[in-house]
């Protein structure tokens, strides 16, 4: 028994060593990557781009579905950005109240005849709109029966898409307008051919926002958002800006992803029955590139482009956070050949691994390490001086990491206007292992037992507050 004990012993202790050299290696990568983009960052090739007649096109892919509290606004958000070539393409997801009807009588829009080339499989496609407002000659309004996903509905936005780069974005997001500068700047600044680029998000709960446009940035009030926003910051800045020094970029998210078109549908566009279809996705177009033998980067900015509404709910944090990790478990099953397959080179060997081993077997590991510490407790077999110094080391280490990040992302960007804001959301981090990441385990284990069981599914809708008004400096509504 003794000799069991010192086993699992080893095995978590090699786990937490593990876990403890890659986020060293992730908060020095991260440093370097932000610092580079900082370099190459011109505003002098921004202008040029710009004003570009010949800029590469993008069409903006926005599905909606029961959006009629914000949809106008959105929309007009989305038609505003600088950028001389893009398109919007919204995709009405077969609304059951009169998103459709808003889009129709707000923007002046007419049914056309259409011939839909359907490269990527959705349902089916009932109709388009177009403005009879040559102002709003750039909208595209696609109208198709419910496919049960946010995948179906991107899907038919890239069959109608006309440009050779997709960005998909959820149509509540709130977009900088030089979102689409910053994300064509990095595929043109890059040696080998970018699939794919994304960007930093955060929660744009309790900001100030008018007409669809973000006016100050505000910490969110409700405590749960607040999480959110502190752990998307640390997500962005410190994982995948690590892992964009060595081209390692694990997932592009769905809120807001640019896309190279080609590569998307050769990989065969979103699948409709995955819960992670942008991880899924990302995953599936990096191994398409190494199958077909062709060099490629995925790639990221610090810089914030997106902000979107989170879940202020436990109800609807939990749904949202168990469907990301039945997302996650289907991803390693379906794609399960890539692990540490050299011919998947860095997906296989890195990428892929690291999701399996630290991201997907994480609360797996936590949860079992719980259970390990009771038995040692009621056996008496616990070494209370070395645990208690052990769970200081950790919590000061994870303390450590998210407010260097939110200190980083202050001092580089300053987005916050009010120091109190700043101050609130580091102090927020120290209660972050106590309330939000038990909250974020649970999730993750129920997620896995109902992907084990097979449980359906059933995508819940989020309510959209639609509370974000801009508010002058005494505090009354513009």
Known sequence: MTHFISSVEFVFGLYCLLLLVVYVMLFRMSWLSIRRNLQKHSSRHV????????????????????????????????????????EVVIVNDGSKDDTLAKLIK????????????????????????KSRDISHKHLTVVDKINGGSKADAVNAGINVAAFPYILNTDVDCVLANDTLVYLMEAVLDAKERVIAVGATLRMSNSSYVDSGMLVEAALPKPILARFQEMEYIRSYLLGKMGWNYLNCIPNVSGGLGLFDKEILIMAGGYDPKSLGEDMEMVTRMCMKMCDNNEKYEVKYIPQTLCWTEGPD?????????????????????????????????????VVFPYN?????????????????YIYLILTNGINWQMAILLLIFVYAFSVFLTSFSILLDNYVYKYYKRREDIVRLCLTVFLEPFIYHPIIVYSSIKGYIQELFGKKHAWGEMKRKGTLTALSPNGTKK
Request: glycine letters at 4%; a positive charge.
């Open 106 to 129: 707000e923007f002046d829009l007419v049914a056309v005849d259409f011939l839909v080339d359907y490269l990527v499989p959705c349902k089916e496609i009932k109709a388009i709109y």
């Open 47 to 86: 202008q040029t781009l710009m004003e570009s007649e010949i800029a590469p096109g993008v069409s903006i892919v926005a599905p909606a579905y029961n959006e009629s509290v914000t949809i106008v606004n959105n929309v007009r958000s989305l038609m505003t950005l600088f950028y001389p070539r893009y």
């Open 356 to 372: 399996a081993i630290f991201e997907f077997f994480a609360p797996v590991m936590e949860i079992l390490g719980i259970f390990f």
């Open 313 to 349: 709910s436990l109800k609807m944090l939990t749904r949202q956070r168990i469907r990301w990790a039945r997302g996650l478990m289907q991803i390693m099953r379906t794609h399960r050949r890539a692990f540490f397959n050299p011919s998947y080179k860095r997906f296989g060997l």
